[in-house]
């Protein structure tokens, strides 16, 4: 009480007399104010806290939902899922002028050097993903790759999401659902390429997509069994745009599928491709003067693919140690014409086919591969693949004794070891040896990596 | 090509004209719903798990047989926040089967019924296999066991009307003996308070948090990464001060990192059956508890 008394009068002091105030008394009086202004200071911070205090109770008792309407409205709230992948490699290879599977009709219209062509340090396709449901009935989902002056659609598809009784349509330009590994975007291979026989069937990008519907169905059984087909524009390898009404490719695939006990489980499937092609150019030798000539192919293309996946994990669990076994199998029969013109651009006037020749073309080809891929311990896996193709029986008629043939079975052995920190990232060495040209033994030496950025969806089995 | 398309459809009628079962088919995500299903739903459902508990729930594969069975579910019961999107996605979008779909009454996500513990204020993948929902292991606190079977046993009604009473009345009864049970299991777990522990992976945040651990550190150095022996090495530098009384890991965790530093610090490793049938004892939800409260207990002594 006292000392408060003298705080309130020692300002009062201070102005009424300061004649009379000594030097010692200053000094009393600045302490007593320096005390006064302190004491106020610490209650005024007192305050201060227990005011935070209660706004702290006040904000956690108030319902969620409240706190969300006071946010703001956020207008990207809806955006799709959106990833980015980004992809190269260093590649160590032959100094090849063309890499064609000999024995086959290489797919031409997509021969920008790229990919699988390049040697060195090369980018490939960075892939640009977006997906969303589109409303209460569709998703939608765009996949674009990006590369030097071109952006390619490589998928763009709606999908149903309520039809029920297991049916699924899709439309748009989708992967096929032909074979296992063609629905495999190149983040998800098992190794830096395609194998031999999807190149073989579907040229350098290693997959058949559709510009077109497709309808599949789930059976309500205990096995896993589905139903599908395709159609479609038919443009991609082995058929060609041709311009018209009606349908240019169709599919019908079948799938079944299952475990056994906890530890494995398998799929296989059986699909046909069947479409048509008009004046398909490919690259044959002329058998007079050994140089380039073209063929042009106009017919019938069938494709039957078999294809079987085994996978296995100690107790179904994989992330510690796996094992996949993969395998595919393919027929093709094409029927047809053959036309064996020289190309304007280097035409010499010294081949066989100087003047256009027409003949009957008939081929019966096939090939298949195998692969294993060990997940020794987390994070690390080793793989290799054997590839075998069989050119088969290739029956040109007329055009048999001017365009050379070659009757061969090329194959290639690939071993790979990637490391993948995360789910996100991988890093791959992988060396092949490569004797899918006929007189070329290619020993390769690829190191690749793969990065995942963004809302990197769930991989289907 | 008509052949074709005529053996094709001839299989599919065959196939159409199956009989369906009658219960209603439940696929359960992990087995600690398919057990909580099972409790509630008797004989009027038949349950279906995706996973065992011998499996990493994060790592489960989309495999065919899954597809199968999304295909003729009526309702799925998944822990949810994100803890399946490495592989439900692609399951529901397969499948052709709109009663299972989110949003609709066939989906049923536990996490949302329960308080979240460790929601991240920053999501980025460079921290790991982080959830931005939230610790997604959820079943691992009694108390929330018990949520969610309130809110199944709702859900399950609304879905089969004609056994709402049957579901209504076992879910009384289990609530009822659930009650019993925690009061045991917290009655017994008090010497646990305090005790400090070392977990594989970030699944524990939720029994930790029941009887009152205290997480110490993390065999995985971030979420979903796997140790190396630097990170390894660096926690157990870091554990001199404040020495842990055990190291806690699941039954599907690879035990490697986790017998290295338990023989460095000369502790226990205690392999929790994490979800029904991890352990033998474990063969229901009573069960599971049972044997994690004794496993815990077996090493504060």
Request: charged share 20%; net charge negative.
């Amino acid at each position: 009480m006292q000392t408060g008394l003298r705080r309130m009068l020692a300002p009062m002091l201070l102005i009424a007399q300061p004649a009379l105030a000594g030097d010692a008394s200053v000094a009393e009086l600045r302490d007593e104010l320096r005390l006064l202004r302190e004491n106020y200071a610490s209650r005024i911070a007192e305050l201060e806290r227990q005011i935070a205090g209660v706004e702290a109770r006040a904000a956690a008792v108030t319902p969620p939902a409240t706190a969300q309407r006071t946010a703001p409205a956020r207008g990207n709230a809806f955006n799709p899922e959106i990833s980015l992948t980004l992809q190269g490699a260093y590649r160590s290879m032959k100094n090849l002028a063309e890499r064609e599977i000999s024995g086959f009709a290489a797919a031409h219209g997509h021969d920008h050097e790229e990919g699988g062509e390049q040697r060195g340090f090369t980018l490939d396709h960075t892939e640009l993903m977006l997906a969303a449901n589109v409303d209460d009935r569709f998703r939608g989902v765009a996949n674009l790759a990006l590369i030097d002056d071109a952006v390619e659609v490589e998928e763009a598809w709606f999908q149903t999401l309520g039809l029920g009784h297991g049916l699924t349509v899709k439309g748009g330009r989708f992967l096929s659902a032909i074979g296992y590994a063609n629905v495999q975007h190149p983040h998800a291979w098992d190794f830096a390429d395609s194998s031999l026989m999807y190149r073989a069937l579907f040229g350098e990008h290693g997959s058949y997509g559709q510009d077109g519907v497709q309808l599949s169905w789930v059976a309500p059984t205990e096995l896993f069994i589905e139903l599908g087909g395709e159609i479609g524009r038919g443009a991609g390898f082995p058929g060609t745009d041709r311009n018209g009404n009606g349908i240019g490719a169709t599919t019908v695939f079948a799938h079944a599928g299952g475990d056994v006990g906890a530890a494995s489980s398998w799929r296989a499937g059986l699909s046909w491709l069947g479409t048509r092609a008009a004046a398909r150019e490919s690259h044959y030798e002329d058998s007079l003067a050994g140089e380039e000539v073209v063929g042009a192919f106009s017919g019938r293309s069938r494709t039957w693919i078999a294809d079987a996946v085994w996978k296995w994990a100690p107790d179904g669990n994989p992330a510690a140690r796996n094992l996949t076994l993969q395998a595919e199998y393919f027929m093709r029969r094409e029927s047809g014409d053959l036309a064996c013109y020289e190309d304007p651009d280097e035409a010499s006037g010294a081949t066989a086919c100087a003047s256009q020749v027409d003949s009957r073309y008939r081929s019966r080809q096939s090939g298949w591969y195998a692969q294993a891929v060990y997940q020794f311990m987390p994070g690390w896996r080793i793989g290799a693949r054997y590839d075998r193709l069989d050119s088969g029986s290739v029956d040109l008629g007329t055009n048999a004794s001017n365009i050379e043939q070659a009757d061969y079975r090329p194959t290639r052995s690939t071993l790979m070891v990637d490391w993948s920190p995360s789910e996100f990232s991988r890093i791959r060495l992988q060396a092949a040896r490569d004797r899918s040209m006929q007189g070329v033994t290619d020993n390769q030496l690829w190191l690749q990596y793969v990065m995942s950025l963004g809302a990197h969806g769930a991989h289907a089995f | 090509m008509n052949r074709i398309f005529r053996v094709f459809l001839g299989c599919a009628a065959l196939l159409a004209a199956l009989p369906a079962t009658a219960a209603l088919q439940v696929l359960a995500c992990e087995p600690e719903w398919g057990a909580l299903v099972r409790a509630l739903g008797g004989a009027d459902v038949g349950v279906r798990e995706a996973t065992t508990a011998r499996q990493d729930v994060h790592r489960v594969q989309a495999r065919p047989s899954l597809i199968a069975a999304a295909r003729r579910a009526d309702l799925l019961v998944c822990s949810g926040a994100e803890l399946e999107i490495g592989w439900l996605p692609v399951l529901l979008r397969q499948a052709g089967n709109p009663r299972i779909l989110p949003g609709a009454p066939g989906y049923f996500e536990a996490a949302a019924v329960v308080n979240m513990l460790e929601v991240p204020t920053r999501v980025d993948r460079a921290d790991g296999d982080v959830h931005p929902d939230g610790n997604p292991h959820i079943q691992t606190d009694p108390h929330n066991i018990l949520k969610v079977a309130d809110a199944l046993a709702v859900r399950l009604a609304e879905i089969d009307p004609p056994n709402a009473t049957g579901y209504a009345a076992r879910h009384a009864d289990f609530a009822r003996r659930w009650r019993v049970a925690m009061t045991g299991w917290e009655t017994r777990a008090r010497p646990l308070a305090g005790m400090g522990v070392v977990v594989q992976h970030k699944a524990f945040a939720y029994l930790l948090h029941w009887p009152g651990l205290r997480e110490i550190g993390a065999i995985e150095p971030k979420p979903g990464i796997e140790p190396s022996s630097a990170s390894l090495a660096a926690l157990l530098a870091g554990l001199a001060t404040d020495p842990p009384r055990a190291i806690l890991r699941a039954a599907y965790d690879d035990g490697r990192g986790s017998e290295w530093l338990a023989g460095k610090l000369g502790i226990p490793v205690v392999v929790l059956p994490f979800t029904v049938g991890g352990s033998e004892r474990a063969t229901d939800l009573f069960g599971l508890f049972d044997d994690t409260v004794d496993r815990l207990l077996a090493v504060a002594r």
